[in-house]
Nanobody, 126 residues
Framework: QVQLVESGGGLVQAGGSLRLSCVAS????????MNWYRQAPGKQRELVAG???????????KYGDTVKGRFTISRDNAKNTLYLQMNSLKPEDTAVYYC????????????????WGQGTQVTVSS
């Protein structure tokens, strides 16, 4: 199994910055993609950013429309760590942020396996 532990959340004023970290451990060798999701009160969990694990330090990335130009996803392969740099934070960014990792299925065409961290709270004040 894969274990994911997020850190770096906190309380910041609008316009401020935070960097979230996600440390992966366990059977991490089969991971082929990692993502940051967030969930605000009364809202569905939504994709914030994702990165493909393709054998390079930083593979292809994707971002949710509301965070493009403000957030950056990256990883440190040597440390098995995923990062989310968040700049120009807005009150609407307030949510619990979750780290996600994906592995190919054991048998095709089964869906991939998803692993989740416990989340870290980000609160942005006006």
């Amino acid at each position: 199994q894969v274990q994911l532990v997020e850190s770096g959340g906190g309380l910041v004023q609008a316009g401020g910055s935070l960097r979230l970290s996600c440390v992966a451990s366990g059977n991490i060798f089969g991971i082929n993609g990692m993502n940051w999701y967030r969930q605000a009160p009364g809202k569905q969990r939504e994709l914030v950013a994702g990165i493909t694990i393709d054998g390079t330090m930083n593979g292809p990335t994707k971002y949710g429309d509301t965070v493009k130009g403000r957030f950056t996803i990256s990883r440190d392969n040597a440390k098995n760590t995923l990062y989310l740099q968040m700049n120009s934070l807005k009150p609407e960014d307030t949510a619990v942020y979750y780290c996600n990792a994906m592995s190919p299925p054991k048998r095709w065409p089964d869906p991939p396996t998803d692993y989740w961290g416990q989340g870290t709270q980000v609160t942005v004040s006006s």
